[in-house]
Every structure is written in C-alpha cells, then in structure tokens.
C-alpha cells in the first residue's frame, strides 16, 4: 500500500470530572454516538467514522488526556513499528487485546513531552450507519448535536518538542507540515505532523509542564457547519474560548470550546493538505497571533495558559 | 514515511483542438496558472498545487488524453516500482528527465484499459505564490476564474477494468474505496481507487474502446463555490453537462462541462474520504442513477456515451 | 407606515390526494409544523413564520390551487382595497371570519387569469417558537425535514395576465420586478410582482387553460441548505423536477420537486430585492432558458406542460 | 403602492481623515465603486445597488457621520412628509437639487439624539452594472475588494433614543423590530425600525453624547462572504472589532472592522425580516452579551466606548 505504517489517529483516551454528564455532554451537544461502556470508561465515535470508537471518556479527578492511540496498517506493522521504537531507545509496553473494547493488542509507549502513545493494528469496523450497498449521502445522526464527521487530530503542550518531531517523522514515518517559531527565530513553539496527507495528525506545542492537552479536535463539513456549531454551543451553553475564525496554521476554519471538565475541544472544518515532499510551511514570531487566529491577529490570554 | 510508493497524481496530458484558444480557456476560464510552453505543450498548475504543472495541453486534430502521471516519493522508489511492473508481466519504457519541463525522469506503461500512465519521482516545487514563511490564506489567482485548488484525479474508459484495478492495488500500492456493478450484480462498470487516503485519484469505467477520457477532474474549495463554478461557466458560455449536483459515489459535490476541445472536465467539493483498511462500498445497477447523480437519481445519456 | 395596503403572503390553501399521507410529507418531509384540523383541511405554518399557519391542505379528487390569500395592514386597509376593486370592476366576496381557523374576515375574488386570491387583516400571531424575549437563533424545529424559513411566493398559470399584472399593480399596490418576452418581443410571457422588496411575492405566467399552479415557493437560509433540501429529496425519494440550479430571474438559487399529489414546490434561498422605483429587468425569448434555468440554459419539457 | 413613504436607506455622508487614502481603501479593500468627486466629497455605490451612490466620504479632521439620507416614493410624498415633520415640530431645511451628484431636492432635519437625517425623492438610477435584460448574476465587480451589495443600514449613538423612536414610527412610517432594554428593566438602551421589511434599516444606541456614529453597514451575500470578507480585512492589515460572528439581535452574520480614519464598518449577512404587524422582540440586560456578540456572549469594551 501506498499508505502504509501509522495510518491514522485510532483514539484518545480523556478524563472527565463527571462521566454520567459527560456522557450527556458528548453524546447530545458534541454529538458522537456512544458505542460502548466498560466501567468507569465510556466510547464514542462520530457518526461517520467506521471504527468501534475514537473517544473514550474516563471518569477521573481531573481532566486532561490519558493517551493518544495510532492504528497501524496490520500486525507486522505494529511488530515492525515496535522493533524500531526499541531500536530508538524507546521502551515500550504491550496491552492485551480486549482491554480497549473491540481493540487488538496495543504497544504503549511514552514520547518525549511526557505523553502516553499507543499503536494498535486491529479495532473492529462497525460502519458509518449508511451502510455498505448503495449508501445514503445524509443520515439523522449527522445532524444531532454538533455532529462532527471524525476525531481529527489532538494538539500537545509539553516540553522537548524537537525530540517528539525527531521520533514521529524518523521512527513513525510523519511528515512535518508547518512549524512556529520563537523570536529568536531559532526555537520551535510548535509542530504539527501527519502520518498520511491532512493539514495534521498531530501537533506539539512547547511547554514546561508534560503530559498536556490544548485541544482534541473534531471535523465538520463546511464553514456553515461551522456556525451551526457556534450556536449550538450557545443554544446549550458552552463556552467558547475563540471562533468562528481560521487558523493561520494549516487554513482550517475553527472554534475552540470546552467540554464540561474543562477539556478544550476544537470543531473545524476545511484546512490544507500535504504531502511528504513538500516544504514545511514556517510562521515567526512576530506574527504569532495571525499563525494561530487569523482574523484576530492576536493570542488571547487562554491560547498559551489554559490546557488540561 | 507512512505515505510512500505513489503519492499522488502528478499530471495529465490532455489534447486540445486549438492550443492558443484553450491556453485562452485554461487560464481565464478554469483559472489555471501557464507556468511553461514547449512548441506545441502548454503546461499549467492549480493556484493552490506547488509543483511545477499538473496539467499539459497538447495541439492535437482529436481532444483526449496522452497519459496521466503520477509523482512517487524517490528515485529508489521510482527503480523499485519499475521492476515490480516488469515482474508483473508490464512493458516499461524510460522517458529522459527534461522531456517535460522540470520534471524528472519518467518510467511510462500501458495499462489493460489501454491508457498510458508514468511514474517519476522528481518535480521542481514552485509553490502556491503564498510563501513558505507566514502564509496568507487569500491570494488573487484564487479568485482569478474558476481556479480551482488542486488537479484532483481523472475517470477514464476502457476494458478490462478488473486487471487495471488488479495492476493498480497488487503492484502500486493503490486500494479500493467504491465499485459499481452491473445488473448481473458480478461484473464491475467501474472501480474507484487512491494511492492516499482520498475518495479516489482515479477511476476506470468498463467501455469498449480502450484509452478513452470521461472527465479530468479539479477540486474547489466549498458547495458555494461550486456555484461559482457554474455562474462562471453560464457567463462564459461553457456547456455544462450536468450539475450543479451531488454524486452518489464519493458524496461529492459537483459539475460535469465541457472544455472547448469537448474534453469533460469536472470541478467538484467535498466528498468521502478513504482508508486502505475499510472496506470498499458497493452500488448496484438499480440505483447506478443515484451512484452517479444523487439528486437527478437516473444518467443523463451523455454518461455513457460522450468521452474522449 | 412606510409598508402598507398588501403586505405579504399569507396562505395558500392546496388541494392534495390523500390528506393523511399529506400531512405526512408536509409534517416529516417538507418540514412544516402543523397547527390544526378542520375537515378535510390541515393547517400548517413554516417553523420561523409567526402567524397561525401558510399552507392549507385539502383532501380533494385532483391537485391544484383553491387560492391564496394576502394579509393586509389592517381592517381599514381590508375595507378600502375592497372598494377599490369593486371600483375596478372586480366583485368580490366577503368569508366571515373563524371560517378559516385563527383568521378573520377575508374579501375573495378572481383574477383576469382565472385564480381565486383573498385579502385579510386579521390572523393570530403565535409566534415562531424562539419566544420574544432573549431569542435563540436556533431551535430544533429548524432541522426538521428540509424546514423552510416561510412560505414565500407561488407562481400560477393562466390567461390574461396582462390584466393581473395591471390589477395587482393599480389596485392593490405592487410593483413590477421583472417580466420575459415571447419571440416576438411584445407579449409577455411571465410577470413577477412583489408588495414588498422581495424579488416576487407573486409570478404569473400565460397558459391557455386558467386558474392552474405551477408551483408554490418555500424559502429556506443559504445554498448549503438548498443542497440539504435536495440530499433529504433523495433520502425521502421527493421527485426532483429540476435542481440544484440557480434561476436567472429573481437570481435565486432553487430546487424544483413534487409533493406526493403531483403539485410543484421549491425551495430556494437568497436572490434579488426590490424597490417600486426601480425599472423593471427583462429577459427575451432568445435567454428564456437561461432565464428560468440559468446554468442549464435551457427549459426542461416540464417547466411549460407540467402544473397543476 | 404597498412600499410607500420612507422607501429606503439613501446615503450617509462620513467624514475621513485622508480622503484619497480614503478613496483608496473604500475602492479596493472595501470595494465599492466611486461614481463621482466633487472637491472634498468622493461618491461611491456598492456594486449591485441602482442608484448613482449610497456612500459619500467627506475629508475633514475627525471621523464621523455628517447625515444620513432616506429615499422617499416620490415628491408628493417628500413634502408631505416635511409637512407632517413640521406639524409634529421638527424644523426642516431644503437642500437644492444638485447640492448632492445626481441628487434631488433634499429635506434635512435633526433628530433628538443630535443626527441629522435627509429625506429626498430622486437620485439617477445608473444600474448595477448587469444591464436591464436578460442579466447575467456574475460581474468582475463582485469580487474586487469585499464587495458588499449594498449599503444596509446605520447605527447612531445618541441621547433620547425614546423620541427618535417615536419620531421615526410616528412621523416616518417606520416600525421597531427589536429592543435592548437596560438592567431596570425599562429604560431601552436600544431599539431597531425599518421603514420596509429589512431587520433593520436604523437603530439606535442610547449615549451621552449625541450624533455619533457607532458604525455603517454593507450586506454581502453569505457566510462564506463574511469569512471572505474577514480574509481580506487580514490580507489588508485592516484592524478587526469582532467576528466572524452573529449577532444575537436580527441573527444577522458579522465582522465589526474600521476604516482608516477609526469609522467602525460592518460586513454582514442573513439575519431577520420583519412586517409592521409583528410584536417588536426583546432583550434584557442579563442576555445583553448573547443579544449583540451571540458567540462569545459578552460585550468586548469597544462596543459602548469606540464610536466616531
């Protein structure tokens, strides 16, 4: 295959402070479909994914993000892919399958910012709802709540982003699309990565503190989806931290949000494409805020301090 | 890399009947960008594309196309993938680098529905006119004519559909994302295929003549702009097949016209996605009209019977 | 008040086959939310039109328009425009209130080209849903089958529609937007007429045989939900007469389809304004199809032969 | 005629600080098209209106509105509508035909809040660039710049906002279709009139200080068009107020921006209409966040403190 290796965002795995509300939250105003439930976890998908679950909400003390998982193309990719991590110098841990619902074996492994990946090869295909024969282009759960089509990408804030870019283009076969720099031209603030060919899969941001999250992100159809998100969120309440507007960074038009535990969630739609050979796209410092809110051309005080 | 072997369409040589006046249509209509001319070869690239063309007219006394080209991600890749074509049983022949204007050498073959195809694995990159350093999301070629983003894939017609989509998947890395069956429910009318994770970068219609072209496809940005596309075309008096409207195949939204050499073109938004592990979708002759023309739900008798 | 006399559409009352399966498809499909039962007559109102209902439905042998009524400034207004049409020499009828629910008296007559049109001032207000304080922009009942925003114009067959356009333009206060020619460039084949700025609140078009419909006009936001509407038109297999296009006339961007009785309806978004002081456009027999189709540029067979 | 009296928004005269930095900026950031220049005073229309101009920027040393003119039905109704000013105590002034381009007689009075208004009854007609048969819907001119269709309408900062609203509903014709009332309850600290169906063609905002401008408005045709709009106020380095966003009062779709003199502009689309027999809709001071920014539901400083 011409799309081999690391073929996709598989799932995140995030802690709500309330799972019963959240369960609420995630299903009616976001509007993924609850698939499953095991515990204190509970799984989701969007409506147009096919897998058995991209989000899995784990009721915990404080919100933030458990792990990030990446499927694989099969089970000498993920064995593969495991050697060479080990090979990097990176440790690695194998869960069974059957831990995560529907899932295969995982290979579990810390990257440098301090957060948990993992990379698994098999997860059930449960279909879109339209259905395999002649499927209906508009489904009733594409339109109840915000409805996006698929958990996207998830940007990171932690520290020694270059060690994390050297690990996911070097070992996992990403491909650097935009980077921002500091002012002293020098240091990375942030990069964004994709395994196959979106605006990103991936993104990092630097930041003292491990293990964080800024956003998980959602995808919606159309810069009109987008306003249909927007007031939504009014209808039901949520708060907004910035949009509608476009991301400098990869075009994408976008809201930022927050689910009930504070977890920012971002819904966009639109954004550039790229390929591996290309050129990385690079933003400075001194326009920072058009790199990140295009309209605006500024940060806003929650861009660099709030996160989970 | 996790996107490897064939990237992406690189370019289709098309036929035109009159070079000057389709140089005429191709840049003021369509709203491509001239980025060379080489004696009777006009060479052209989508505002938003970086490389150097994806689209070369040829003055010609009959429209249709000469081959379509498809960029791969190296030279050892490019050497790796003639042998396995070779192994397959396919004849190959090298065309030197430069024969096309900055562009490499190319490996070119025959494939069963008769249509010429090339694999190479260099392109001068010339960027989108928006930078690599803190890039504008607007540019006045976006707005020059149609101008669509991107040279997105072609339809073609021939025979033996099955061995193309057998040649395609087993040797170049491509897979399946939707086929259409005739009334017999066994023999496929079309297959649809990517080397990404696109709805398709090409698509075979089972047709007697062999080589022929349905459709050279662009994609803009949004529905709204594909009524642009059509306002423009009614303003410069382009025949438009069909459309505005959706297909049933790839959820895509989208018009069919005709080039003034009658070489259908397409500009189309939107539209699935694939992943080499779904499964593909299949439609069924009882709703071929829906597959095609989702709102219309029957072919208009141009489907079948008007290509080049 | 700077808007006076005739001030908008307020119902029209269409004869349907099966009122059950009717009700359905104006309920489900359409998206209308109905407001009462009388009968054979089911009362219904777009989701965002404050008024008691629009659209009334009747049981009946064959469809059609019975007639459409206009809603007046008031009861003086009601008086006056009666005077004035008997003064024309037009004889009119008075309905008593309550015979029609949650609406007052209505003055009744018949145009030169054989349709039944009444005048009202009083209907009961009962709101859009959204409340009058601190409205939402969004309601739930916006989503609801395709959900128009209200109904919004009807465009009728029939004779003498030089003489309409006089009455309505002498008598009863509208004005002229735009007309279309025959080949000869002296009769008219269409007349569009508003008692507002809308691009028409009323079009008549010259057939032999009187008092027929050729369809009744529903507006919904923006082109993407036009396209909604058509993607719901296949979901609920609605017959699609022609769209989505844009017409030349009035600019609207428009779907033509049938109800489950064969009676035309449309759905479209934006398009023109208009003010009493500008000129009237113009379209010849040479642009007809452009006219009315505007990116097909030509008539379909149905546009002349099928009403009802 | 039903549209009668007050017809519509005519011009407003602002006041720049560098007329042709002015006439620059209006011509191609903002783009609309300058139709004369007559020693300090530039004229402009926006592409798509008829009459010889809506906009005329006046050089001067502070920004600001000089007066704001109405289109009246004809003469009759000019002088009636001085007469009832004058019985109703507002003195007028005649401006001669001529004073203004193309431009008739004009009555100039000053409302209660400090603005100075202007009825007139003829301005040429020049047309939207189209032609008057057989139109076509596209022009070179609707994508040079922003490109509004129209000027839409004006919102006046000022003291006694109650009596202008009397004014306006009383001697003018208008009717009011939403009100922002302050914390008490009682005290409107808002209200918006239309003299046709618009959602609004006037409001005003209570303040101290009289006769000052809060901003002027442009409809374009869509959301898209607002995202567009916002991409080239970026492109152009024009400073942003707040949006993309709604607008919780009339829904419509916004950008607040200011031209290079500090005159706040406003690019929207969509929003309500309203007929003179519906209930004016309310908003309190608790939702007065939601009522102006529906998104972010909170003013941002500027709103009730920068005004020219």
Known sequence: MALTGVIRPGHAQIRVLDLEESIEFYSNVLGLIQTGRQGDLAYFKAWDERDHHSVILRGAGEAGIDFFGW???????????????????????????????????????????????????????????????????????????????????????????????????????FHVTERIFLADGETMLGTFMTCSMKGHDIAFIRNEEPGKMHHLSYLIESWEKVLRAADLMTYHNVPIDLGPTRHGVTRGMTIYAFDNSGNRFETFSGGTYSYPDWKPLQWTWEEIGRAVFYHQRSLNEAFLNVYT
Chains 1, 2, 3, 4 share one sequence.
């Open 71 to 173: 499927r694989v193309a099969d089970t000498a990719t993920l064995n593969q892919l495991e050697r060479d991590l080990n090979n990097y110098g990176i440790t690695t841990e194998r869960i069974p399958a059957g831990d995560l619902l529907e899932t295969g074996e995982r290979v579990r492994f810390t990257v440098p910012s301090g957060h948990v990946m993992e990379l698994f090869a098999e997860k059930t295909e449960i279909g879109n709802g339209l259905g395999y024969v002649n499927p209906y282009a508009w489904n009733e759960a594409a339109e109840r709540g915000i409805a996006p089509i698929r958990m996207d990408h998830t940007l990171l804030y932690g520290p020694d982003i270059e060690l994390n870019e050297k690990l996911f283009t070097e070992v996992l076969g």
